[in-house]
């Protein structure tokens, strides 16, 4: 296991589809958190996991929005009718909630919709 | 929740150069992590540092948690150092991490 692992790396789609990214965390953390990047800003929180628990979700994530951790492994985040303004960068992280709860990401989901 | 700054937004260096980076917090944190985001967007950890000073190689980091800011050193740039910098921090240990809104440096041979 060398590290966060994201799927896919790049998604286009017309607006109005639902899209759907995966998410793998490193093997042994139990925390799991979704954020989302736009152009010249820094990574919004969306949500987090804790196990199979969604612990928090952050007003942005709208209706639209979804996400699932059923195992409490991989993860899922799924956006329908999307919209132009979704488009953006998302990134995965995960962290162990032990002493420190470091966050270590993923290489991030780019999504267009045109 | 708490609000995090960076300062400077943008930085440009001659190879070789010395920086500091800063960034300050509303509120006291127990979570402050410095990440580099290289220019294919992965952001890769830098250190972990809710107090204290470290060092790795030409980067170190000081926290001084009861005043709520953190600096990053970069010695001897390099123009692999080019990219935007992030602090981010949670106040508690189930609070959702906020990340400041980044420095940009460019490196110049």
């Known amino acids: 296991d060398t590290g966060v692992s994201q799927n896919p790396r790049h998604k286009i789609t017309k607006r109005g589809q639902n899209v759907t990214f995966r998410c793998d965390p490193i093997?042994?953390?139990?925390?799991l958190y979704w954020y989302r990047q736009t152009l010249g800003q820094g990574p919004e929180f969306l949500t987090y996991?804790?196990?199979?628990?969604?612990?928090?979700k952050s007003r942005l994530l709208s209706d639209r929005f979804s996400a699932e951790r059923p195992k409490g492994s991989f993860s899922t985040l799924e956006i329908q009718r999307t919209e132009q303004g979704d488009s953006a960068m998302y990134l995965c992280?995960?962290?162990?909630?032990?002493?420190?709860?470091?966050?270590?990401f993923g290489p991030g989901t780019r999504l267009t919709v045109l | 929740g708490i609000q995090v700054e960076q300062s400077p937004p943008d930085l440009i260096l001659q190879e070789g150069a010395n920086s500091t980076l800063r960034c300050n917090f509303s509120?006291?944190?127990?979570?402050l992590q410095w990440f580099h985001q290289n220019p294919w967007g992965q952001l890769i950890n830098l250190f972990y540092?809710?107090?204290g000073t470290k060092q790795n190689g030409r980067l170190s980091a000081t926290t001084v948690a009861t005043e709520r800011y953190s600096l990053l050193y970069i010695s001897s740039s390099q123009t692999t150092d080019s990219g935007v910098y992030f602090c981010?921090?949670?106040?508690?240990?189930?609070?959702?991490?906020?990340f400041g809104p980044g420095t940009s440096l460019s490196v110049i041979p």
């Open positions: 992280a995960s962290s162990f909630s032990g002493i420190t709860d470091e966050q270590f």
């Open positions: 981010a921090g949670r106040k508690t240990s189930y609070d959702k991490v906020i």
């Open positions: 093997s042994e953390h139990n925390r």
């Open positions: 509120d006291s944190v127990n979570n």
């Open positions: 540092i809710p107090s």
């Open positions: 996991f804790q196990n199979e628990a969604q612990l928090e």
